[in-house]
Every structure is written in structure tokens, then in C-alpha cells.
């Protein structure tokens, strides 16, 4: 096999791409599973999840872990406190409830697009997060979602569709929430 300067670009950038999500993706037999950790600092003065952006397969199951304070993984969505969708039209929404140090919280997501999600008590300090499944239009993926029922906070911390397809995974270490 010759090897052209082409194709070991392509290899690089899909290595670099499948590194970044390495510590949030796992295999199983039943197909990916996306950890989201739920954070806070050591004051609890600082809530977020880890990582705030995520790229995934779709059919792939997402699992909240809770190691910290009481939080909640719930989709923007009417039927969830008649917030705002952010979730693509059709797609099921979903609220944990609360969540304690120790509980954990899985949906899988069938529908390609953007879903954002927050944590019912602390979405006005910014903690939400964005999960893009699937191949997107990375400038229409959020057309149509606003800034109706969203705390400034929240809509400074979501990072963009374009940086969370070209990293896979966007962590709030790196600066957003």
C-alpha cells in the first residue's frame, strides 16, 4: 500500500479527533456510551459537567454520573418546566430528577441534531451542556433554538456546534463553563 501525504493527513486528524473523545466514549456490545460527569470545585461554588460538549454516533447511549452536590440532567424542552426546545423536533425528552454523589442517569439519542440540556437547580450559574449526534449542518444545527427561557449564563457557557464536531469533545477546563 502506498501511503500519500493525503491519506496520513486524514489518519492524523481522525487519531487526534478519536483521542480527544477517548476519556468520554466507550465501546460496549450494544454500541457507545458517552460519560458526562456532573462537577462542582471544592467549595461548590463552580457547578458543570465534564465534558460540556460532546460529539456522538447516533443510537449512542449517554450516562450522567453525579459526583458532586444534587444535580439534574434535563433535555430544554416544554414538558420540562415549559422551557424552550432545544432538542431536535420529534426527539424524546428526558429529566433525571435529582441526582445524588454516587447516582447515575443514561438516555440513548436516536435523532441526529443538536440537544442542549441544563441542571434544573444550577442552570443560572451556566451549567448546561450540548450534545451534537450525528453529522450536522454545523451552521443551521441550532437555528430556531434563541435565547427564549435561557439564563444569560447558560447561553455564555454552550460551547459552539463547530468546535464540538472539530474536537469531539469540548471540556469546561478549557474555558466554558
Not at 452536590?69 to 420540562?80: E, F, G, I, K
Amino acid at each position: 500500500m502506498i501511503v500519500t501525504r493525503r491519506f496520513a493527513l486524514v489518519a492524523g486528524a481522525s487519531a487526534l479527533a478519536t483521542a480527544a473523545m477517548t476519556p468520554y466514549l466507550r465501546a460496549t456490545a450494544s454500541g457507545v456510551v458517552a460519560d458526562i460527569r456532573m462537577r462542582s470545585d471544592e467549595l461548590g461554588s463552580r457547578v458543570f459537567f465534564d465534558p460540556i460538549g460532546l460529539h456522538i454516533p447516533v443510537g449512542s447511549k449517554v450516562r450522567w454520573i453525579c459526583e458532586a452536590s444534587l444535580h439534574t440532567a434535563t433535555a430544554y424542552h416544554p414538558s420540562n418546566g415549559n422551557r424552550a426546545r432545544r432538542i431536535p423536533k420529534g426527539a424524546k425528552p428526558w429529566d433525571s430528577g435529582y441526582l445524588s454523589p454516587g447516582d447515575e442517569f443514561a438516555v440513548t439519542l436516536t435523532q441526529p441534531g443538536v440537544y442542549d440540556f441544563f441542571c434544573q437547580p444550577h442552570e443560572r450559574a451556566g451549567m448546561v451542556g450540548r450534545i451534537v449526534v450525528g453529522n450536522v449542518d454545523v451552521d443551521a444545527a441550532t437555528d430556531g433554538y434563541g435565547e427564549r427561557a435561557v439564563s444569560a449564563a447558560a447561553l455564555q457557557a454552550f460551547p459552539s456546534v463547530g468546535d464540538i464536531v472539530a474536537q469531539g469533545a469540548v471540556s469546561p477546563v478549557a474555558g466554558n463553563g
